[in-house]
Each structure stands twice: as C-alpha cells, then as structure tokens.
C-alpha cells in the first residue's frame, strides 16, 4: 500500500514519511507500514526524561489517531489540505507528559480493517492494556472494531475535525457496549486524567469500571455555569393551535434530494407538505436570472460583508447571487415560502453553479426559510419556528467542549437577523465554504448574552428533543464550518452525549427560551418532550 502524493508528499512511504515528520517530536508515532510486509512498525522515540522511564507497573495503551490521510485527502472537517501532523505530535509528545501513570504506544490508522489486523497482533502480544481513539476526521470508522475488542477504550475528539463521526458513532457504540469512554474536551489534561484511569486495571477493575471512570473524570473537572439566565428578551409568540394552523398551509421545496420517509412523515404530523425539485430544473431557473440584478445583489453583499476571503470575489459572489435569485424564483412560483437544497451535492457534481449559503442567509433575515443540505427535519424546524416566534432557525453541525461547558454550534451559514426581521442586523464576513475552500459561505458574528434554544422535532420519531443555554462566544479556528456560536449548556452536560446516532449530527438553534412553548407543542401534537440536557 504505497501513499498518493495526497497522503505524503515527495512520494515517500507512509512509513518513511511519518518517520521524517517526527524529527523533534519527543513521543513516538507508530505508522502502519504496507501489508505485505507486515502490519505496524515502531518509530523509536528520542527521550522524554523522567516521565518516560519504563515502569513494569504500568499500563501500555495504544493511542490510536484515526485520519483518513496525514495530510487531508478530501472535502471534510476540518478541511481538504489540513495537516495533521501536528496535532499528532502535539499530543503524543503532552499525553504523555500529562500522564507518567501510562505508557503510551502511539499508531496512525486509517480504516477498520487496519483497526482489525492491529487488535489481532495486540491480542498474540497480550501486551496492550486498553485503547485511546482520537477521532481527527468526522467519518473514519476505526474505532468501531477497537471498542468492540472488549478492552477498555477512550474515544476522544480533535475539535472541529472529528466531530462529527464522534458523536454520532460514540453514542451508538455507548448504547450498545460499557466498556467506552467519551471525552469531548478541547483541554489535553482532561484526556490525560481520563487516561489515568487505565491504572485501575492493576487495582482490579475491569474494562466496565475504567470505562466509567474516565467518563466520568473529565464531566467533574468541568466547570460550574458562569451564567444561567440570558439579556432581557422579549418574545412575540403565536397560539399553539394558530400555528399548527399555519402549518397546514406550508409548502417545504427540496431540491436534489431529501428523505422521502421524513417528507411523508412531515405531511402526517406537522401537515407541511413537501415538493421535490431536480438539479436540471433549479440550473434552467438559474440561466434564466437577470444577471444585472445578480451583480446588483453581489455589490451589496460586498459593502455590507466586514470581511471577504474569498478568490475572485466579484465574480463567486455573482454567482452566489444568482442562486440566490434562483432560490427565490422557485418559491415564488410554488408559492413556498421555505426551501432545502443539496447543496454539497450539487456543487461538487457541477449542479449548482455556486453555494446558497449567501441566498439562506438573504430568506431566513426576511422571515423565509433556506435550510442546508436538503435536511428536511430541520427544515420543518424551521417552518415550526417562523410560526412559533417569528423568528430563523439557525441549523448547525455541533461539537460539545466540556472543558469550558459548551456546545458550539458550527456551519457556514447562519442568519444576520436572529432576532427576527425587524430586528438588528449583526456583522458577518464571507469566506469560502470551509470543507473545499471553493464558492462562498458566511461567518455569522452572532450577539451574545442571550438565551437560546436548540432542537430537533422528528415527525418520524414523534419527538421534540430540546436543550437551551445562553451564547456567550464567537469562536474563531480555521478548522470546521465557518460560523461558530458557542452556547454554555443549562442543565446536566453528560446527557449531551446520547442523542446523535437517534437524530443526526444538525440541531437547529433560535434566540429565545423556548423551553415551555415547545413543551406545549409537543403535548398538542402527541409528540414525546425529550430534554437533551
């Protein structure tokens, strides 16, 4: 198995090549070499001092990074071209630092089956005490295999990377085996305490017991709420029942793409009925666009952006324009007053001439709907919303930070307008879509002080999964979606942990305690309140 020039430039091998890369690095990094020869091969470490004295006492832990490629290969968090590298070093020369306790075996994989050979040596060896995954790409599947070994396992996240395949999997694999940890946590010694716990093994624990540990070590290091009440907000809300009137009348446009199973559960439920459109019929709408009126729109997107980064702004920005145009066209001849689009898929595929991120951004500040990735259970989030308190839906890919009780609310698009629109317009700048650095997105800067709701309603489910908490950061990392609201969560933080393999990664946040109105739409609607934190 040789590296692409992808993984490893200069052509090297994988094995040569991770060998290069820790010159300095006072940890070891154990890279798989090809299969033909072999499974793994160790990289000598330089010394760590001290701390990396071998002690027969002490437990050796794989530490495993899991990537699709060294140097990132593809469109995903945190974004094509991203190096690992030093992250990897990083945390293999600290860890260990952090934690003495441990011996620490570092090894880069990248899929399952190398997951699989890699237990099975460790197994004939009997040498391996437990495993630590740290997740660096959403969907890379490793751990599946190690935590299904039995050992002891600690699933960790690099932020905004793995995010993604780390809730999402780690809480299905939770609901299925005890003997797991996950540790969502920007500060490295929360992951080096939770490592700690491997020491209960030579005190006789058993893989259950460590697991629960280092669980539960990083939840009491986190800190107490700094603010549990959010700035004076008042809320126009409508009548339960005015609403779900309201709803009977709504139209959802989906195009190249959308659930069928979610559609027709939405009609059921929720009484919003959905029209799918084709990429062939959104692109005929778009040649048809006055291309004038397109850069009209671009100009103005330019004085009012705090910031552009973006290459060829004048004429990405056009065609994000003219997207927008289209967006608004469709609508308008379905009478729809929300639409969901593909929109990944149809750029990458060529369908789509540039992002809509911006168009999303111009419908939810007027009161209309545009919804990301043709998910259609935030879409109708979003109708729910509009109705409810007049206000956009902002849906969002998360990541959960327990070192400061966050949960960041991630995507490269969110509303200007969040408190409606009439309200105050907050500043944004205009980047290109993070994952491929291609087209045009939005980084939101949202305000801060509020409280704010999050949620999910599941026609299909017949649930209303709800957590609120008052956003008190805008972070900036180049790494994950463009717009960042970080929220400190109300409520016990470890729940925050279940839901994601039952919902999805998308949560859709609005400004506003919506807690008791969402309580009463669900009884209304016969639906199930689940409180998410």
């Excluded at 033909?36 to 002490?58: C, H, I, M, N």
């Excluded at 048809?288 to 552009?308: E, M």
């Excluded at 299909?460 to 717009?483: F, K, M, Q, Y």
Aim: charged share 20%; net charge positive; glycine share 6%.
């Amino acid at each position: 198995m040789k590296c692409t020039k992808n993984l490893c430039p200069g052509c090297m091998d994988r094995r040569r090549f991770l060998t290069a890369s820790c010159v300095g690095c006072s940890a070891a990094l154990t890279a798989l070499a090809p299969m033909s020869r072999g499974l793994t091969q160790e990289v000598k470490p330089s010394p760590l001092g001290k701390t990396s004295a071998a002690k027969p006492d002490r437990p050796k832990v794989r530490l495993i990074f899991a990537c699709w490629a060294l140097v990132q290969d593809r469109p995903t968090w945190p974004h094509i071209g991203h190096d690992m590298r030093p992250e990897i070093e990083r945390v293999s020369k600290q860890l260990p630092q952090l934690c003495p306790e441990v011996e620490f075996v570092p090894v880069v994989l990248h899929k399952p089956e190398e997951a699989e050979k890699l237990l099975a040596e460790d197994a004939k060896t009997g040498q391996i005490a437990g495993y630590l995954v740290y997740q660096m790409n959403n969907w890379v599947q490793v751990m599946h295999p190690v935590v299904a070994s039995g050992k002891p396992t600690i699933i960790a996240q690099y932020i905004y990377a793995g995010s993604g395949g780390f809730h999402v999997y780690t809480a299905a694999l939770r609901r299925k085996y005890k003997n797991m940890a996950a540790i969502s946590s920007s500060r490295l010694e929360d992951l080096a305490e939770a490592a700690r716990k491997f020491c209960l093994l030579r005190q006789g624990a058993n893989a259950e017991q460590v697991a629960q540990a280092a669980h539960r070590s990083h939840l009491d290091r986190m800190p107490p709420p700094k603010q549990t009440s959010g700035k004076e907000d008042k809320l126009s809300l409508r009548p339960i029942g005015e609403v779900l009137a309201a709803l009977e009348k709504e139209l959802i446009l989906t195009v190249g793409g959308g659930s069928t199973a979610v559609a027709n559960a939405l009609a059921e439920t929720l009484k919003i009925q959905v029209r799918q459109v084709s990429f062939p019929e959104f692109a005929e709408a778009y040649n048809a666009t006055d291309v004038d009126q397109g850069r009209q729109i671009a100009a103005r997107w330019k004085t009012q952006a705090a910031k552009i980064d973006i290459p060829e702004p004048e004429q990405t920005l056009e065609k994000s324009a003219r997207v927008y145009l289209t967006q608004k066209l469709l609508m308008e001849k379905y009478k729809a007053s929300a639409i969901a689009i593909n929109c990944l898929g149809g750029f990458y595929s060529g369908h789509l001439k540039g992002y809509p991120c911006l168009g999303f951004v111009e419908l939810n500040d007027a009161g209309l709907v545009g919804a990301c990735e043709a998910d259609l259970i935030s879409t109708g989030v979003m109708v729910v919303l509009r109705h409810l308190v007049g206000r956009p839906g902002y849906i969002s890919d998360p990541v959960l930070d327990s070192s400061k009780r966050q949960i960041i609310y991630a995507h490269c698009v969110a509303p200007t307008k969040p408190l409606g629109p009439t309200g105050p317009q907050n500043p944004f700048e205009i980047y290109t879509h993070s994952e491929d650095r291609r087209g045009a997105s939005v980084r939101s800067i949202l305000p801060l002080g509020y409280m704010t709701t999050t949620l999910e309603i599941h026609p299909i489910r017949r649930e209303i999964l709800c957590h609120r908490g008052v956003a008190v950061e805008n972070p900036w990392v180049d790494r994950g979606c463009r717009t960042k609201l970080a929220v400190e969560v109300l409520g016990d933080f470890d729940p925050m942990y279940t839901f994601w393999d039952q919902y999805g990664w998308h949560r859709v946040t609005v400004y506003g305690d919506l807690w008791e109105p969402l309580q009463e739409l669900a009884a209304a609607l016969k639906f199930k309140f689940v409180p998410e934190a």
